[in-house]
């Protein structure tokens, strides 16, 4: 069982940059490939990003690269989510996913476990 808690979303204007943050409970963090996704009102959930258990593979949703970088220190049990140029279209709740998919995977269905998310919302 793994639990997730997001922090660090809130309110930025256009071009800012924001980090979030994603702390995990158990024993078992460091297997599992974390993944960020997002879900905007009357949209379906986006993939942003994933890194795998050692953070030596990442893959991003293609609005993202270049400007969002995921990273993790599994000493501390925490995957962060670097977001630069931020935009208004990257307005959104921001959820957190722990899958034991041996790849990246953009696919929602092979995360587990899943945190209660956090708002972002980029001001014009």
């Known amino acids: 069982q793994v639990q997730l808690v997001e922090s660090g979303g809130g309110l930025v204007q256009a071009g800012d940059s924001l980090r979030l943050s994603c702390a995990a409970s158990g024993r078992t963090f460091s297997s599992f490939t974390m993944g960020w996704f997002r879900q905007a009102p009357g949209k379906v959930r986006e993939f942003v990003g994933a890194i795998s258990w050692n953070g030596g593979t990442t893959n991003y949703g293609d609005s993202m690269k270049g400007r969002f970088t995921i990273s993790r220190d599994n000493a501390k049990n925490t995957v962060y989510l670097q977001m630069n140029s931020l935009n208004p279209e990257d307005t959104a709740v921001y959820y957190c996913?722990?899958?034991?998919?041996?790849?990246?995977?953009?696919?929602?269905?092979?995360?587990?476990?899943w945190g209660q998310g956090t708002q972002v919302t980029v001001s014009s």
């Open positions: 996913a722990a899958g034991r998919t041996p790849i990246p995977s953009r696919s929602p269905v092979l995360y587990d476990y």
